[in-house]
């Protein structure tokens, strides 16, 4: 089974924007709340496999998405 | 009915449009990043892809740095009143709109700023060696409409924001007659601040329009008009500082701006080139048809590379109130008549404070609506 990771950003417009450069190079995301334990900055986040979360973080600083943090995601509702 | 009167707002709206804010409203109505339901996504989806499509338009990477106003008139209060210190020498051209006028005076008189105007001919064009010189002074920022909205000459701005930048001054420019008909590559002309209307030349609702910073302007030095809400940092009770929520509080009018979405990718589609030319030939006609006629004067350049196409003009004799009520009457032309909101415009061209007939031409019009004026306009004169 694979890890996600979740990539926290500082409002939903960056989520859009991340989730558009992420889905036009190819990578698996979704748009998911925002786990509470993690972030409350914005109710959005953008879950990622945790294995990709280098790529993602390079690809999203050249695309000028600011990047809160990246967690380690393993709440089972979340990661279905 | 032949609408001559696009300056004011495009008319009719593309079936595009409507569509596309039906759906918003059936499909998309969530509050867009207030939630993170399937709804709230979907609403805030169709606003982000509208940014998306701006900043193609423009030229520019970062689709966050378009941010969403009420109209042209909020976006322009959000620069002037968000970026002028007490004191700071701002340049302004003798053209401009009262969206630009009213808040530089309201700032003269409540934060001493100093506002100096740059000379345009009787033509509208603008005198670069006014600006220059002006610019000998230390100055923070220089504003200038893209092109008048009263007899629609082109201001160089791509040359203004050389001389503004070399003089360490910001531009500002107020595009919203143009963005849509004419080219406007921030990054080639160097704007540091696009203002821009969404419901004339792009072909959106009314009640959209925005700002768009420049790849190289730092917000910080913009402060926002409102304060509010924005669904991000929310357990903090101070304004975010990140793009755009920095600029956009309260729920936004999604409806609108998702139509406006539909109206740029249409621009986008056709290309500025192709509006512009079809503006320009329907310009021609119109200035050539009526320089046959006795008795009509015709304010700004005359040429339609020099121009869009908004034409100002006065008949000898009559009242601009009566002609307009004429062209109305007799083959429903719908103008606009007085001063258009911009009487410095007005005493630059010396049509102050009778005003001029406008007609302005747009996606819709055709060489018959202007053959039409053309007619009606020939009656008026010999009348």
Redesign the interface.
């Known amino acids: 089974m694979s890890q996600y990771g979740v990539v926290l950003v500082?409002?939903?417009?960056?989520?859009?924007?991340a989730e558009?450069l992420l889905r036009r190079a190819g990578y698996t995301e979704q748009?998911?709340?925002?786990p509470r334990e993690f972030s409350?900055?914005?109710?959005?986040a953008v879950r990622i496999n945790w294995s990709q979360r280098d790529e993602v973080r390079q690809l999203l600083a050249d695309g000028?998405v600011?990047i809160v943090d990246i967690h380690k995601l393993d709440r089972s509702q979340l990661t279905k | 009915m032949i609408y001559l009167d696009y300056a004011a707002t495009s008319w009719p709206k593309a079936p595009e449009v409507t569509d596309a804010m039906l759906a918003f409203l059936e499909k998309a109505g969530g509050n867009p990043g207030r939630s993170g339901h399937s709804l709230s996504i979907a609403a805030g989806r169709a606003i982000y892809e509208t940014r998306e499509a701006l900043a193609e338009l423009v030229n520019l990477d970062d689709p966050l740095r378009v941010i969403f106003t009420l109209n042209a008139t909020e976006a322009l209060n959000l620069v002037l009143m968000g970026l002028l210190k007490p004191g700071a020498r701002v340049l302004t051209s003798s053209i401009e709109h009262n969206s630009v006028m009213r808040p530089l005076r309201h700032l003269q008189a409540s934060r001493g700023i100093d506002v100096a105007t740059v000379h345009c001919d009787a033509q509208g064009r603008l005198d670069l060696g006014d600006l220059a010189s002006k610019l000998n002074t230390p100055t923070q920022l220089v504003i200038l409409t893209h092109a008048s909205n009263v007899c629609g000459t082109i201001l160089p701005v791509g040359k203004a924001a050389a001389m503004a930048h070399a003089a360490g001054a910001l531009l500002a420019v107020d595009a919203a007659q143009t963005l849509g008909i004419l080219p406007l590559d921030m990054r080639e002309l160097g704007i540091d601040l696009l203002v821009f209307s969404g419901h004339k030349a792009l072909g959106g609702p009314p009640g959209v329009g925005g700002l768009v910073l420049g790849d190289g302007f730092d917000p910080a030095q913009l402060e926002p008009l409102v304060r509010g809400g924005t669904g991000s940092r929310s357990e903090h009770e101070e304004q975010p500082t990140s793009l755009p929520d920095k600029y956009e509080s309260g729920t936004p009018n999604g409806v609108g701006i998702a139509g406006l979405g539909a109206g740029v990718r249409m621009v986008l589609a056709d290309g500025v080139a192709e509006r512009r030319a079809h503006d320009c030939a329907l310009c021609e006609r119109l200035l050539q048809g009526i320089a046959e006629l006795p008795n009509i004067r015709v304010y700004g350049p005359g040429r339609p590379d020099e121009q869009i196409g908004n034409i100002a003009l006065t008949v000898a004799g009559q009242h601009v109130s009566e002609v307009g009520w004429q062209l109305d009457q007799r083959e429903g032309i719908l103008s606009r008549v007085g001063l258009h909101c911009a009487p410095a415009a007005h005493r630059t061209l010396g049509t102050f404070p009778e005003g001029c007939v406008r007609l302005s031409v747009g996606a819709a019009t055709t060489a018959g609506d202007v053959d039409a004026a053309i007619a009606v306009l020939a009656r008026i004169s010999r009348s």
């Open positions: 500082p409002n939903t417009s960056s989520a859009l924007k558009q748009l998911i709340p925002t409350s900055d914005c109710g959005l000028k600011e």
